[in-house]
């Protein structure tokens, strides 16, 4: 009797660990049908697919993924190898590259990055959840700044040009200064705004490297570079 009972309490653990396996290897659930039909505006932060290159805790390095990012939910939905859509399980996600839209980097405004890099783990910023993906723009020993994107649905009130109330996204973005205290200050993507940000001992240097360098900080690739020069000084 006891010796069926190691037999059977083998077979559990094994019929468990499988399961977790499967679980792990599929790295998420089934995207749910949209349920924002009718809602004017777009729960993600590029309508058209687009590729990602993603690095996982138990697969590694996936490249070349097929993606959307839902940032009204915070939820990456992905085409898996089987070609289903599914929502990753942002415990397995360490980073993440997002590539924009190729038609959108072709027709957008002078200075935006063909990529952007999403992380976890800025839960010191309020109203970021630790498992919340954020757009990292520069991180470093002295400072780090990164942007949330979120699309807010907001009801739209009656009017003679519509009688109902309908909902519709607006999209914000809101960009946030850590230092290496891990003070934590909201930001405008502007250059005063940025450099009175700074701890005054570095606000002489941050002028010198924006006007040596011919910076304007409301493009993103000179923020990126701006924050690389002062973060190596």
Wanted: aromatic letters at 10%.
């Amino acid at each position: 009797m006891k010796k069926l009972f190691l037999i059977a309490t083998t077979i559990l653990i094994s019929q468990l660990v499988v399961a977790q396996i499967s679980n792990i290897n599929m790295n998420g659930a089934p995207a749910r049908l949209s349920s924002y039909t009718g809602v004017d505006g777009s729960p993600y932060l590029f309508t058209d697919w687009s590729k990602a290159d993603i690095e996982t805790l138990n697969a590694g390095l996936k490249e070349d993924v097929a993606y959307r990012l839902n940032i009204h939910d915070n939820e990456l939905e992905v085409v898996n190898e089987a070609g289903n859509k599914i929502y990753l399980n942002k415990d397995f996600i360490e980073y993440a590259v997002l590539h924009r839209p190729s038609v959108l980097v072709a027709t957008s405004e002078e200075g935006i990055l063909p990529s952007l890099l999403f992380k976890k783990g800025f839960d010191i910023v309020k109203g970021v959840e630790p498992d919340e993906l954020v757009n990292v723009i520069s991180e470093g020993e002295k400072y780090t700044l990164i942007r949330k994107f979120y699309s807010d649905l907001v009801t739209q009130p009656k009017n003679s040009y519509s009688p109902s109330q309908g909902q519709i996204f607006v999209f914000e973005e809101s960009f946030y200064l850590i230092d290496s205290n891990k003070n934590v200050t909201s930001v405008r993507n502007k250059t005063n705004s940025i450099i009175k940000s700074l701890n005054k001992k570095d606000q002489s240097l941050a002028k010198d490297i924006v006007k040596e360098n011919n910076l304007n900080l409301s493009r993103e690739d000179h923020l990126m570079v701006f924050f690389q020069k002062l973060n190596e000084t």
